[in-house]
T-cell receptor
Framework: GENVEQHPSTLSVQEGDSAVIKCTYS??????FPWYKQELGKGPQLIID?????GEKKDQRIAVTLNKTAKHFSLHITETQPEDSAVYFC???????????FGTGTKLQVIP | DADVTQTPRNRITKTGKRIMLECSQT?????MYWYRQDPGLGLRLIYY???????NKGEISDGYSVSRQAQAKFSLSLESAIPNQTALYFC???????????FGSGTQLSVL
C-alpha cells in the first residue's frame, strides 16, 4: 500500500512569514495530490490540489508544488495570517482506486 | 445549512453497547465514506459506498458495519462498542469523476 510521510508534524511561524509542509509518498502511480485544512472542531476541507501533469499550482497565498521523480509534493503558504492556524493533511491518490492515504498531519501555528 | 451533516456531534457510550452514527448530505453526490481520525494517525477509511446498493470495506472495517439507505444517507454502526473505538469519526462525500472529498463536522465518540 501507499506509504505517506508528512513533515514537519508541528510548525510555528510568525505572522507574515512563509510556511512549507512536505509530503512524501511511495506509490509512483499516484496522480492526484490534494491538501486539506482542518480547523478546530471541523472536518477537513480541500484547499488546493494538483494533478501529475502539472508541476505547480497557485491560489492567492497558497501554492502546491509537485516533484514526481522524487515522489513528494509540498504546500506553500506565504504571508501567513492567524487564520491559517490549523492542521494540514496531504492525501495522495491514484486514479481508479478509492483508497486515499492521508498523511499524519502538520499542526501549523501562526503567532501574531 | 451544512452540506454534509453528521449526528450526533458527541456521544459517550459503554463497552458492549450498539451505537449508530448517521450522515446525510445535500450535495447530490453519489459516493459516501466513513473515516476514523486518531491523534497522530491521520484519517483511515472504514467503509465506502458508490451508490445505494454498493458497500465496500476500507482498511479498518472490522467491528463496524454500514448501511446506505438512500443516496443521501450513509450510517455507520458499531455492533458492540469497545474502548479502542474511541475516536473522531468523519463522513465524507464525492461525486464520480471528481476526486475532491467533502467532509462533515465529525462525531466524537467515547467508549467507556
Amino acid at each position: 500500500g501507499e506509504n505517506v510521510e508528512q513533515h514537519p508534524s508541528t510548525l510555528s511561524v510568525q505572522e507574515g512569514d512563509s510556511a512549507v509542509i512536505k509530503c512524501t509518498y511511495s506509490d509512483s502511480a499516484s496522480n492526484y495530490f490534494p491538501w486539506y485544512k482542518q480547523e478546530l472542531g471541523k472536518g477537513p476541507q480541500l484547499i488546493i490540489d494538483i494533478r501529475s501533469n502539472v508541476g505547480e499550482k497557485k491560489d492567492q497565498r497558497i501554492a502546491v508544488t509537485l516533484n514526481k521523480t522524487a515522489k513528494h509534493f509540498s504546500l506553500h503558504i506565504t504571508e501567513t495570517q492567524p487564520e491559517d492556524s490549523a492542521v494540514y493533511f496531504c492525501a495522495p491518490k491514484k486514479g481508479g482506486y478509492q483508497k486515499v492515504t492521508f498523511g499524519t498531519g502538520t499542526k501549523l501555528q501562526v503567532i501574531p | 445549512d451544512a452540506d454534509v451533516t453528521q449526528t450526533p456531534r458527541n456521544r459517550i457510550t459503554k463497552t458492549g453497547k450498539r451505537i449508530m452514527l448517521e450522515c446525510s448530505q445535500t450535495k447530490g453526490h453519489d459516493r459516501m465514506y466513513w473515516y476514523r481520525q486518531d491523534p497522530g494517525l491521520g484519517l483511515r477509511l472504514i467503509y465506502y459506498s458508490f451508490d445505494v446498493k454498493d458497500i465496500n470495506k476500507g482498511e479498518i472495517s472490522d467491528g463496524y458495519s454500514v448501511s446506505r439507505q438512500a443516496q443521501a444517507k450513509f450510517s455507520l454502526s458499531l455492533e458492540s462498542a469497545i474502548p479502542n473505538q474511541t475516536a473522531l469519526y468523519f463522513c465524507a462525500t464525492s461525486s464520480t469523476g471528481n476526486e475532491k472529498l467533502f467532509f462533515g463536522s465529525g462525531t466524537q465518540l467515547s467508549v467507556l
